[in-house]
């Protein structure tokens, strides 16, 4: 199709994100509305970056991944706390739980050019092919700082934070917590990250 030759030539030009405001969970919440075939584009490149990310991703990650959620990461907290149960006698098993919020999130990652964001991204690419890589890195870039057309008409281009409402957010939020993961998940403890 023209969209997709288009895209594999590294020539889309994303047009701006429409802003809006909603409630979401109770929480009023700025959200980015591509149109259609930015839509359609953004998807795909979301739904390849979930591909890539998949195999690197620790277990304790049960954040915007196929197949697992909040509910996942609870299950598995209950098995270790009858693991706990069992190897402690009773007098033994007390245990500190923490538990935090991580609030807007996705809305304070740096996306200006020397966000740490960049290298997590480039290096995540370097298994694909050259001319998919340039693409894909260029889409990525773009998703991340886009123009925004707010409700009084201003064109804006932020440079913190990931649109919420855009498919490549999730992907971008999991990866930009790899290192977090890694350290967390290498410690004697039970660690589980979800959204």
Known sequence: SLLAREVREGRHRF???KQSQVILDGKRRTIHRPD???ALVLGAVSTRLVGLLEPILLDCVHAYRPG???LSALERFRAHL??????HAIEQRGMFVL?????AYGESIPTDSDSALWPLVDRLLESLERQEATVMRQLVGAACRPQVLSADG???TPVIGIPTGSPVQQPLQNLYLTELDRKL???DVFYARFG
Not at 82 to 87: A, G, M
Not at 99 to 103: F, G, I, K, V
Request: aromatic share 0%.
């Open 68 to 70: 697992r959620s909040s």
């Open 185 to 187: 998940g290498s410690q």
């Open 154 to 156: 201003a064109l804006t």
């Open 36 to 38: 259609l075939l930015d």
């Open 82 to 87: 009858r693991e706990h149960r069992k190897r």
């Open 99 to 103: 538990q935090r919020d991580l609030a």
């Open 15 to 17: 047009a701006p994100l």
